[in-house]
């Protein structure tokens, strides 16, 4: 099922991040950082378990998991939250719950262009 995500990726493409940021509260200096930033991502399968290493200039972070059960992430940000990876239609599903508020983030893979 998660098959096609195991690969490194290069963020390409972040739609209303900076917009995101500061809706969760996240200061000036760390939003215009966040903004340039372009994360690899990596995904791995051990066993039962998904691993998704975030790698960036400004901070790597690291969790392992099983599609549809929640589990204990602290964010690039330092939220803790509650979170649940789904996978639906070749779309990765991330929700993650804090003090009263959630948020999805989706992440799917790009076709690479030929050349």
Known sequence: MVDQFV???????????DEYMQSLGVGFATRKAG???KPNVI???NGD???LKTES???TSEVAFKLGEEFDETTADNRKTKT???CDGGVLNQLQK???????????KKKKKKK
């Open 84 to 86: 649940i990876v789904t």
């Open 43 to 45: 995904f791995s399968v």
């Open 35 to 37: 903004a340039i930033a």
């Open 57 to 59: 200039t400004l901070k």
């Open 98 to 108: 804090w003090d009263g508020k959630e948020t999805i983030i989706q992440k799917k």
């Open 7 to 17: 690969d490194t990726w290069k963020l390409t493409d972040s739609q209303g991040f």
């Open 49 to 51: 378990k998904i691993l």
